[in-house]
């Protein structure tokens, strides 16, 4: 099947830096990619919508600032967190729309850990 | 047999035996559903789906049942194995909201020797 790519696949930085994750799309064009984020042991919750070309939807409640997204490309969508708290340590997982079957492929995540 | 953990429920199942975990969705507007399979630490990876004109559909070693009547999703695992052991999540969307996708509270899938 299509392959997404995440990277890094976890970090570790001190409140209040940026640490950017990205998701590629290897093998197929995605206009449309998804952020989400995930607690342990509980579910995936969306954070957004990131369009190609275009800005970002974001769930209610998730901080557009706090949260930037990028998508640049028609492989490429970037998330940064910026201004890292404690309280924003989480794993952070993208997935992609293959536009030639519609299916949504995931990346592999990124475990957040802010100190 | 089921238990309630802390956040997600979880189903303990002897190898060899069928496993069913079951998903109730919320919007009886989808019409788009999907299990994914998540190990720990991974990324969930797609097993099957199937949208709202059907009620079954069968892949390798799994099916997935859909009751649109009482918005119930399951999904059955013949035989289960070692390696089927992890968390499962079903997922529902909407044709044309570009794979916006909501998903369930998820269910542990413990396998047993």
């Known amino acids: 099947g299509a392959v997404v790519s995440q990277h890094p696949s976890w970090v570790i930085c001190k409140s209040g830096t940026s640490v950017k994750i990205e998701c590629r799309s290897l093998?197929?064009?995605?206009?449309?990619m998804f952020w989400y984020r995930q607690f342990p042991k509980q579910s995936l919750m969306l954070m957004a919508t990131s369009n190609e070309g275009s800005k970002a939807t974001y769930e209610q409640g998730v901080e557009k600032d706090k949260f930037l997204i990028n998508h640049a490309s028609l492989t490429l969508s970037t998330l940064t967190v910026t201004s890292a708290h404690p309280e924003d340590s989480s794993f952070y997982i993208c997935?992609?729309?293959?536009?030639?079957?519609?299916?949504?492929?995931f990346g592999s995540g990124t475990q957040l850990s802010v100190l | 047999g089921e238990s309630v953990g802390l956040h997600l429920p979880t189903l303990s199942v002897q190898e060899g035996d069928n496993s069913i975990i079951n998903c109730a969705y919320s919007n009886s507007a989808s019409d788009y559903f999907i299990w994914y399979k998540q190990e720990s630490g991974k990324g969930p990876q797609f097993i099957i789906d199937i949208r709202s004109n059907m009620d079954k559909r069968q892949g390798q070693r799994v099916t997935v049942l859909l009751n649109k009547t009482v918005k119930h999703l399951s999904l059955q695992i013949a035989a289960t194995q070692p390696g089927d052991s992890a968390v499962y999540f079903c997922a529902e969307g909407l044709t044309g909201t570009a794979s916006k996708l909501t998903f369930g509270t998820g269910t542990r899938l413990q396998v047993t020797l």
């Open positions: 093998d197929f064009q995605a206009t449309t």
């Open positions: 997935s992609a729309r293959d536009l030639s079957n519609e299916k949504l492929f």
